[in-house]
DNA sequence: ATATATCATAAGCTAAATCTTATGGTAACA
DNA sequence: TGTTACCATAAGATTTAGCTTATGATATAT
């Protein structure tokens, strides 16, 4: 069977009007376009649709079927419609993200006030390490994601859109935590808790101590930054952590920032695409949104990059 | 937007298999064709359904909802052939019937036989009195009517398909009931319990009495069967009445049928339907049915025509 | 009986749909 | 780096859809 949607709506002004003329005043036709429009689909349907008895119409079985089929696909259709034009209008729709889990705590504060703009939205995030979001990027399988620096050679197209300030942190019963100011080689002389081998931050420090001839001193790593601070919390050794990551630590007064020659490590946070993807709209206000505001979120966070006097 | 299935069945398919190459071998198609048809749908909903990332195809999240709409729609169609191809071939439809109040007892019979034939068919039964049945006629809310002959002009097309056998009866316990043989005069000394005015069945006891050069007495007239029976079994006359409508009396020896001369009158049962209206198949097999079995089932009623010895 | 309303049919025109072949461009892969 | 796989685009041919006007047929109403 091979309708059109002419013949079905037509076929559903006739079946409402039950007469062919007023129908075709309706749809602003003459009247033999709509007998012909109904008799193609009477063709298709091999069996008649309509019944004339003396001058009245009435519908088949088979035409009472078909209304209601004519009118559930026209119905959808008209929701489809709508749904489009909400998708577009960004009304409606889904924000797949994905968050180095470092940027977690940010951009969740990030996400907050963006669905405050875009309540209709919703939003998927993964909190995920580099890799997987790598991954997540090649699979298509979210709009942006938020990390460090990307490597290069993953078809990728990023912009920094805040700055990410490494700042080294202890304990707060550690001696250093009592100075003034720490020198770079008084740095050298403490052992450290890292992220992982391939992590951004621990490249990071990484390369900051090797510019100044400095050896970088391991005594654990981990994958989990929470774990981190920790273990620096335990006095473990001293961590080097985005300050993003430190709110609440600070708070608590459970960690110190060290007032370090060189620090913090001025690094920055990245919204990442793949090349080529075509930004649905409402990834692409996200992507603005994020561009405009992620400065003015830092402020309020008021965190001092340095510990209180 | 004006889609056409067409597009919907080959977006169905790309969005499927996520290549076109493989989706125009599907349809055995060109592949161009079908980037053609992509184009159209993508055009009518001014956006883009799929996006090409590399080598890999994806559905945007408007493609999303374009596939779940194709689908429904698609699947609905198939539905719906499968709901015309049903009732073509009766093994699902509706009977609308109506009936005369005096052949209710019959047809239900008629019914139950005819249903374990038809198994999937519904079937609607009106039981009412003459005038509604000719107006569900002229409204054309039903398939079939059966009642007596119907009267002329109003566009109806009936054959009769049952002998209607009208006797008389009186209770047991009347004088004539005792008699072998009862003359018409006999009768003509007695009075009546009748149905309305315009009743097919006082209509037939009328004339079989004028033709005769007899009075009929009436005492009582009623528009109920069921009450002109309880009448005459309360002695407050006889009855004229179809036999059909006696099984129950009859078994229970609450009502006797007198064996008076020229009695039975033979009325028939008429199937009737609107001049030109064509049957929907299973009214049609209907039609047929009743002609053919009607007889038949009479036969298994098993109703002495007069009191047994 | 005549007029009126209503649907069916025919003829003819136009625009749109749909397909094919040929060819161009690009990303992945070896 | 060349090859392959795959989609886009162009050009052109054919068919089909869809409409209108004119006219015919029929049932109802006057």
Redesign the pocket.
Known sequence: MNL?F??LKVFEAVARNL???NAAKELH?????V??????LEEQASTPLIE?L??K?YLTEVGLEMQSYARSTMQQLVDLEETITQIKSMERGHLKLAVASTANHFVIRLLARFSKVYPKISISLDVTNRSSLLELLEKNECDLVIMGRPPQGH?LQYAPFLENPLVVVSSPTHFLAKKEHVSLQELANEEFVAREQGSGTRGAAKRFFTEHELDFKTKMDMSNNRAIKHAAEEGLGLAIVSVHTLELELKAKTLTILNVEGFPIFRHWYVVQRE?KRLSPIAMVFNDYIMQEADRLIEDFDIPLFKSP
Do not use: H, V
């Not at 036709?29 to 376009?33: D, K, R």
């Not at 007998?35 to 193609?40: C, H, L, T, Y």
């Open positions: 059109t002419r013949q007469n062919y003329t036709l003459s009247q033999p376009a007998s012909m429009q109904i008799k193609q004339k003396g001058k119409l078809n080529g």
